[in-house]
């Protein structure tokens, strides 16, 4: 049986830099669109540019805020590739 997941875990998001380093945040409940723009914002400021973000279709990754945000970068600052949202394979 498989267990039931609440919004009282612990969620976690990360990315990796073609220099293999490995940016990790991890936090108590349900991570949301505000998040991922903050974690976005920070690593255009520590790592630079052209960031690759890569992502699959998670609610998460869609909203109002971060997307407002990624009109105030140029398209060459950040790559966007979006994963089908059923792509198991993947």
């Known amino acids: 049986m498989r267990p039931l997941l609440r919004r009282d875990h612990l969620s976690a998001i990360s990315d990796l830099t073609p220099t293999a380093n490995l940016y990790a945040h991890v936090q108590p409940g349900a991570l949301d669109n505000g998040d991922v723009t903050l974690l976005v914002q ?41 994963l089908p949202a059923d792509a198991p394979e993947l």
């Open 42 to 82: 920070h690593q255009v400021e520590q790592i630079g540019c052209p960031l690759w973000l890569i992502w699959d279709g998670a609610s998460i990754h869609h909203g109002e805020e971060l997307d407002r945000y990624l009109l105030q970068v140029r398209p060459e600052q950040i790559l966007l590739e979006r």
